[in-house]
């Protein structure tokens, strides 16, 4: 069974074995004569009747097992595990008994060929998303074709694949580019054939007994239904279903008999060709395999936020899921709530023992206090039942929380020294920061961030007036305004630097210091500090007129720097984060006498100085720090204590949490027309069948999917930290269809790449062995690159002209698909040059984000500047935020003309870096999001003609929000429109011209739409 971490414990219930219904079921696979089926249950294989009853587990390893598929004879069940770390497949009788690996390779398991020896399997790389190979019991593996799919099956026969491309599988409103077809390949012939080219998706096709029927899942605009179809007569189909609610899914169909099993939601169901009925498949455990979920843990000095009274003698911090608190001193720790509900925010009140923190409650963080000193009685602040608080702080004596209300986001209140009277204080304006209260109450600082243009402005509230004063505008990033302690001075980071602000104008020369008054007047001397000591004491006044001028930078260090504390009237303490180090600094007023004062070895969390103990405290690696500033030494504040939590009633926590913030993140407040309170009802009885986080994925994922909307997605937390080895790769393509007898050929050595230059590695040289491991004929490959990313790895090559070693270092998939990328677009280049004589360029947008949009740049005004047409290239751009900054490359028009005697005194038009010929911008179905907007924006202005294939129409502005258990999830916050206010979600881009390139273009690369491109360009510059 599954082993937990070294300080946690599992205590596992006592069961008499009572039978129970299992729940989230997945990858049904039945038997060839329909009697058998297998499905994963927590991460293991079990059997069942088709006629149901008690269900039998096959396997019992560490990791998951899943895709499990019965062998032509029904003997052998081949599935994928990776419970050595990796993922591979393995063979294992049907009855039970010990499962032995057949590959080691990453392959994902489809189906078995019928003469019992092969399976089909996939693979991706960066080129082909899914390759279909054949793989026999050996190990030996060949490539079938590089164009393939997700679900596939293999006919009876043994030569012909039915598989799915596309689709989105919680979305069964989907229409657009994205959606899920069906398709056939002709092994022999070497054939594609597209099924269904419809509105919706179609997907987890399987064949029928029949060889000319095929059964497979269809949306019909609400739910996947069960449907059948003749190969010769699709798209026409027959709906062996209509569910209301919850899809057909991972449909497997017994090869000889047309019986079904699928999945639907948190069951398994059947349908049998003999009675055309489709019926709940009924399950039953009679194993003692469910555990109470009650987790144990002795901690050791760990926390995940914290807070330090001012006083400095009380630590208040969560772990995990609760609040505890002990003395700065040391001493036992006090659990303070143990409801597990989560802790959001922490703030210690006025007198040093009360707290104020916000917990959530049916996923909504809502506002409690406790005194330290009677932790039985925690009070909900009634204030917060209808509010969502966001985060809080406490400043010269008062309380202020920020929070969100109905449809109105991070408003400002304010509170007494103890949390009491609280009362709304900023509410039209959208609060970004903490508010620092003067030490006289007079004036409270806040930093807005502006809607639409989402710059931060530094505003100022006066409680005597009720006024509301901006400061200073910048439209830019401004962060940790702090005032200064001479009254007349503050700060705040711009961009990253570290600015003065002068609240009231100084004189010239003010501080300059004149020595002789101290030898011909003393008296004076001390009546001038006497006078700016009072001045120092005295109320802080502001100075509005021309106080943006008054802005100094001070700190313009490599990096980040923020100011952390002001020590004095004349001194602060900041951080400097630059090259991943983190340097604790000191610097005056004007910026000078800046010296070192400590390096942190990692950066410093929730970072506080506390005067009382002249410490900064901080996290680390979930350790609460302490470093002394006068002594300059630096400790772990140590405490232990023993906690307990239950993962049930966490997972329905973050279930809540997901529920809510989604609902009240999501762009739409229509949630796309459906009606989100009733979705919530509608879920929420299903999480007490959540037994571990994958299937708080699934019911979150399926939830989420009821809005149909693009960029979202949720990311479970990992409860066992199961060790995973992933294959270093060599920055090249290989030959699986071709091999030689021993190794394997190299078909593509990346431009980049190492192999190629320097040492001189080219397509058809042999891969003979890899750190002196012989590389067999169609079989190891992968598994020798494991766990070597990074590493020194020797390969040994046959090449034209004898051998040769070379060693080079593992790459990452991220470092090898760069290299593919760079590689793919100068192909693109190249061919573009070649096809139009040189007269067209050609530039790849790789992202829509300011690297990319940079490089852009530079292409358009140095490679591409002397071309006749230019090709702007969107395909495969996954989106970001940059269409404005090309929009307005692209529209530049020329106001004047200039001359120069260096270039002859000829006149030019300026300004010189506009673009002032043909274009065209190319898309396809991989172009997402902002790459959807650029091209809409380049039609709707004229700019040139849009070729390709439609895009998919997934245009939100997205964010990431991580919930308290460490899982995530894709937040689809922002909307975009047309100036006709249609909706550009859903509503994908349709080229000027149309290009589908077929199967084999792509095999072959011969990119028919950039061919077309060229094409029509030629015609616009003749």
Same mark, same amino acid.
């Given at each position: 069974?599954?082993?937990?971490?070294?300080?946690?414990?599992?205590?596992?219930?006592?069961?008499?074995?009572?039978?129970?219904?299992?729940?989230?079921?997945?990858?049904?696979?039945?038997?060839?004569?329909?009697?058998?089926?297998?499905?994963?249950?927590?991460?293991?294989?079990?059997?069942?009747?088709?006629?149901?009853?008690?269900?039998?587990?096959?396997?019992?390893?560490?990791?998951?097992?899943?895709?499990?598929?019965?062998?032509?004879?029904?003997?052998?069940?081949?599935?994928?595990?990776?419970?050595?770390?990796?993922?591979?497949?393995?063979?294992?009788?049907?009855?039970?008994?010990?499962?032995?690996?057949?590959?080691?390779?990453?392959?994902?398991?489809?189906?078995?060929?019928?003469?019992?020896?092969?399976?089909?399997?996939?693979?991706?790389?960066?080129?082909?998303?899914?390759?279909?190979?054949?793989?026999?019991?050996?190990?030996?593996?060949?490539?079938?074709?590089?164009?393939?799919?997700?679900?596939?099956?293999?006919?009876?026969?043994?030569?012909?694949?039915?598989?799915?491309?596309?689709?989105?599988?919680?979305?069964?409103?989907?229409?657009?580019?994205?959606?899920?077809?069906?398709?056939?390949?002709?092994?022999?012939?070497?054939?594609?054939?597209?099924?269904?080219?419809?509105?919706?998706?179609?997907?987890?096709?399987?064949?029928?007994?029949?060889?000319?029927?095929?059964?497979?899942?269809?949306?019909?605009?609400?739910?996947?239904?069960?449907?059948?179809?003749?190969?010769?007569?699709?798209?026409?189909?027959?709906?062996?279903?209509?569910?209301?609610?919850?899809?057909?899914?991972?449909?497997?169909?017994?090869?000889?008999?047309?019986?079904?099993?699928?999945?639907?939601?948190?069951?398994?169901?059947?349908?049998?060709?003999?009675?055309?009925?489709?019926? /709940?498949?009924?399950?039953?455990?009679?194993?003692?395999?469910?555990?109470?979920?009650?987790?144990?843990?002795?901690?050791?000095? /760990?926390?995940?936020?914290?807070?330090?009274?001012?006083?400095?003698?009380?630590?208040?911090?969560?772990?995990?899921?609760?609040?505890?608190?002990?003395?700065?001193?040391?001493?036992?720790?006090?659990?303070?709530?143990?409801?597990?509900?989560?802790?959001?925010?922490?703030?210690?009140?006025?007198?040093?023992?009360?707290?104020?923190?916000?917990?959530?409650?049916?996923?909504?963080?809502?506002?409690?206090?406790?005194?330290?000193?009677?932790?039985?009685?925690?009070?909900?602040?009634?204030?917060?039942?209808?509010?969502?608080?966001?985060?809080?702080?406490?400043?010269?004596?008062?309380?202020?929380?920020?929070?969100?209300?109905?449809d109105k986001y991070h408003k400002l209140a304010m509170a007494d020294s103890m949390g009491n009277e609280?009362?709304?204080?900023?509410?039209?304006?959208?609060?970004?920061?903490?508010?620092?209260?003067?030490?006289?109450?007079?004036?409270?600082?806040?930093?807005?961030?502006?809607?639409?243009?989402?710059?931060?402005?530094?505003?100022?509230?006066?409680?005597?007036?009720?006024?509301?004063?901006?400061?200073?505008?910048?439209?830019?990033?401004?962060?940790?305004?702090?005032?200064?302690?001479?009254? /007349?001075?503050?700060?705040?980071?711009r961009e990253g630097n570290i600015y003065r602000i002068d609240l009231k104008a100084k004189e010239d020369?003010?501080?300059?210091?004149?020595?002789?008054?101290?030898?011909?007047?003393?008296?004076?001397?001390?009546?001038?500090?006497?006078?700016?000591?009072?001045?120092?004491?005295?109320?802080?006044?502001?100075?509005?007129?021309?106080?943006?001028?008054?802005?100094?930078?001070?700190?313009?260090?490599?990096?980040?720097?923020?100011?952390?504390?002001?020590?004095?009237?004349?001194?602060?303490?900041?951080?400097?984060?630059?090259?991943?180090?983190?340097?604790?600094?000191?610097?005056?007023?004007?910026?000078?006498?800046?010296?070192?004062?400590?390096?942190?070895?990692?950066?410093?969390?929730?970072?506080?100085?506390?005067?009382?103990?002249?410490?900064?405290?901080?996290?680390?690696?979930?350790?609460?720090?302490?470093?002394?500033?006068?002594?300059?030494?630096?400790?772990?504040?140590?405490?232990?204590?023993?906690?307990?939590?239950?993962?049930?009633?966490?997972?329905?926590?973050?279930?809540?949490?997901?529920?809510?913030?989604?609902?009240?993140?999501?762009?739409?407040?229509?949630?796309?027309?459906?009606?989100?309170?009733?979705?919530?009802?509608?879920?929420?009885?299903?999480?007490?069948? &959540?037994?571990?986080?994958?299937?708080?994925?699934?019911?979150?994922?399926?939830?989420?999917?009821?809005?149909?909307?693009?960029?979202?997605?949720?990311?479970?937390?990992?409860?066992?930290?199961?060790?995973?080895?992933?294959?270093?790769?060599?920055?090249?393509?290989?030959?699986?269809?071709?091999?030689?007898?021993?190794?394997?050929?190299?078909?593509?050595?990346?431009?980049?790449?190492?192999?190629?230059?320097?040492?001189?590695?080219?397509?058809?040289?042999?891969?003979?062995?890899?750190?002196?491991?012989?590389?067999?004929?169609?079989?190891?490959?992968?598994?020798?690159?494991?766990?070597?990313?990074?590493?020194?790895?020797?390969?040994?090559?046959?090449?034209?002209?004898?051998?040769?070693?070379?060693?080079?270092?593992?790459?990452?998939?991220?470092?090898?698909?760069?290299?593919?990328?760079?590689?793919?677009?100068?192909?693109?280049?190249?061919?573009?040059?070649?096809?139009?004589?040189?007269?067209?360029?050609?530039?790849?947008?790789?992202?829509?984000?300011?690297?990319?949009?940079?490089?852009?740049?530079?292409?358009?005004?140095?490679?591409?500047?002397?071309?006749?047409?230019? &090709?702007?290239?969107?395909?495969?751009?996954?989106?970001?935020?940059?269409?404005?900054?090309?929009?307005?490359?692209?529209?530049?028009?020329?106001?004047?003309?200039?001359?120069?005697?260096?270039?002859?005194?000829?006149?030019?038009?300026?300004?010189?870096?506009?673009?002032?010929?043909?274009?065209?911008?190319?898309?396809?179905?991989?172009?997402?999001?902002?790459?959807?907007?650029?091209?809409?924006?380049?039609?709707?202005?004229?700019?040139?003609?849009?070729?390709?294939?439609?895009?998919?129409?997934?245009?939100?502005?997205?964010?990431?929000?991580?919930?308290?258990?460490?899982?995530?999830?894709?937040?689809?916050?922002?909307?975009?429109?047309?100036?006709?206010?249609?909706?550009?979600?859903?509503?994908?881009?349709?080229?000027?011209?149309?290009?589908?390139?077929?199967?084999?273009?792509?095999?072959?690369?011969?990119?028919?739409?950039?061919?077309?491109?060229?094409?029509?360009?030629?015609?616009?510059? /003749?």
């Amino acid at each position: 069974m599954k082993f937990w971490s070294t300080f946690t414990i599992l205590i596992v219930m006592t069961f008499s074995l009572v039978a129970f219904e299992p729940h989230f079921m997945k990858h049904p696979a039945i038997s060839p004569d329909g009697e058998t089926i297998c499905f994963r249950y927590l991460d293991d294989l079990w059997l069942v009747p088709f006629s149901g009853g008690e269900a039998k587990r096959i396997t019992d390893s560490e990791g998951t097992n899943w895709n499990p598929v019965f062998s032509p004879d029904g003997k052998n069940i081949a599935f994928n595990s990776n419970r050595n770390g990796w993922t591979a497949i393995y063979l294992l009788p049907a009855e039970g008994g010990e499962a032995k690996p057949i590959s080691k390779e990453n392959f994902y398991l489809n189906d078995w060929f019928p003469k019992r020896k092969e399976l089909l399997v996939r693979r991706g790389d960066p080129h082909f998303r899914n390759r279909f190979f054949r793989l026999k019991l050996d190990g030996e593996f060949n490539e079938i074709t590089p164009f393939g799919g997700n679900d596939a099956t293999i006919s009876n026969r043994g030569n012909t694949i039915l598989f799915d491309r596309r689709g989105l599988r919680y979305r069964e409103a989907y229409q657009g580019s994205f959606n899920g077809d069906l398709w056939l390949y002709e092994i022999d012939d070497d054939k594609f054939s597209r099924l269904t080219k419809t509105d919706l998706t179609e997907n987890y096709p399987t064949f029928s007994q029949n060889p000319d029927q095929i059964f497979f899942a269809a949306s019909d605009g609400n739910v996947f239904q069960l449907c059948r179809a003749k190969i010769d007569e699709l798209p026409k189909k027959q709906f062996l279903t209509n569910f209301k609610t919850w899809s057909v899914r991972d449909i497997s169909c017994a090869k000889n008999t047309d019986r079904i099993v699928f999945e639907k939601f948190d069951e398994l169901w059947t349908w049998d060709s003999a009675t055309q009925k489709a019926e /709940k498949l009924q399950i039953e455990i009679k194993q003692d395999i469910l555990d109470d979920h009650i987790t144990l843990e002795n901690v050791h000095n /760990k926390a995940d936020k914290f807070r330090i009274s001012q006083d400095g003698k009380l630590i208040v911090f969560s772990y995990k899921f609760d609040l505890f608190a002990f003395p700065e001193k040391g001493d036992k720790v006090l659990q303070i709530t143990k409801n597990q509900l989560g802790i959001n925010d922490i703030v210690i009140l006025g007198d040093d023992r009360t707290i104020a923190f916000s917990s959530f409650v049916d996923g909504t963080p809502q506002l409690f206090r406790v005194d330290i000193r009677n932790v039985e009685n925690i009070e909900k602040l009634e204030w917060s039942e209808d509010k969502y608080i966001e985060f809080m702080n406490f400043s010269n004596g008062h309380l202020f929380i920020n929070y969100s209300e109905d449809d109105k986001y991070h408003k400002l209140a304010m509170a007494d020294s103890m949390g009491n009277e609280i009362k709304p204080l900023i509410t039209e304006k959208y609060v970004w920061s903490s508010l620092q209260l003067s030490p006289q109450k007079k004036y409270g600082f806040f930093i807005e961030l502006k809607e639409n243009i989402w710059s931060r402005h530094l505003n100022c509230y006066d409680f005597e007036q009720k006024e509301l004063y901006s400061l200073y505008d910048f439209n830019g990033y401004l962060s940790d305004f702090a005032l200064a302690k001479d009254g /007349k001075t503050a700060f705040i980071s711009r961009e990253g630097n570290i600015y003065r602000i002068d609240l009231k104008a100084k004189e010239d020369f003010y501080d300059k210091e004149n020595h002789w008054q101290e030898i011909f007047a003393p008296e004076l001397n001390d009546k001038a500090q006497k006078k700016e000591n009072e001045q120092t004491s005295s109320p802080l006044e502001i100075d509005l007129k021309n106080i943006q001028e008054r802005l100094m930078p001070i700190v313009k260090r490599t990096g980040y720097n923020e100011v952390l504390h002001v020590i004095n009237d004349s001194t602060f303490y900041y951080l400097n984060t630059a090259d991943d180090k983190y340097t604790l600094r000191k610097t005056d007023y004007k910026g000078e006498n800046d010296e070192m004062i400590h390096t942190f070895a990692q950066r410093p969390e929730d970072i506080t100085f506390n005067p009382e103990n002249d410490a900064f405290y901080f996290l680390n690696n979930m350790q609460i720090s302490k470093f002394n500033v006068n002594q300059k030494s630096s400790e772990i504040v140590s405490f232990e204590f023993k906690y307990s939590y239950n993962k049930k009633a966490l997972n329905e926590n973050i279930f809540l949490q997901a529920w809510k913030y989604f609902g009240k993140n999501f762009y739409d407040p229509e949630m796309h027309g459906k009606d989100w309170k009733k979705i919530k009802k509608r879920f929420l009885k299903y999480v007490e069948y &959540i037994e571990d986080p994958q299937i708080l994925d699934w019911i979150i994922e399926e939830m989420i999917g009821e809005v149909n909307a693009s960029h979202t997605g949720f990311y479970p937390r990992r409860d066992e930290q199961h060790k995973y080895f992933y294959s270093a790769y060599l920055g090249c393509e290989f030959d699986y269809q071709d091999f030689p007898e021993n190794g394997i050929r190299i078909k593509k050595v990346y431009n980049n790449s190492k192999l190629k230059n320097p040492n001189n590695i080219r397509a058809d040289d042999i891969l003979l062995s890899i750190d002196g491991i012989n590389v067999e004929k169609g079989k190891k490959l992968r598994q020798l690159l494991r766990d070597k990313i990074g590493d020194e790895i020797k390969l040994f090559f046959k090449i034209k002209d004898g051998y040769k070693t070379v060693t080079i270092k593992g790459l990452s998939y991220r470092e090898n698909y760069d290299l593919f990328y760079e590689n793919w677009v100068e192909e693109r280049r190249v061919k573009t040059e070649k096809l139009s004589k040189g007269k067209i360029g050609y530039v790849h947008i790789r992202r829509m984000n300011f690297s990319s949009y940079r490089k852009f740049y530079q292409e358009l005004f140095t490679k591409n500047l002397d071309k006749e047409a230019l &090709i702007i290239d969107v395909r495969n751009n996954g989106g970001g935020y940059t269409h404005d900054l090309l929009i307005e490359i692209l529209t530049r028009k020329p106001y004047a003309l200039s001359s120069s005697r260096i270039f002859g005194a000829e006149t030019y038009k300026t300004p010189s870096e506009r673009i002032d010929k043909p274009m065209i911008v190319l898309i396809n179905e991989n172009s997402f999001s902002d790459a959807e907007i650029f091209p809409t924006l380049f039609q709707e202005l004229k700019l040139g003609k849009v070729v390709g294939m439609p895009t998919s129409g997934s245009v939100i502005g997205t964010g990431h929000i991580r919930f308290m258990d460490g899982s995530g999830m894709r937040m689809p916050s922002h909307g975009w429109f047309t100036l006709q206010k249609e909706n550009m979600e859903g509503s994908g881009v349709e080229p000027d011209i149309l290009v589908e390139p077929t199967p084999k273009q792509i095999i072959n690369d011969e990119d028919a739409q950039l061919q077309r491109a060229v094409e029509e360009l030629l015609q616009n510059i /003749k």
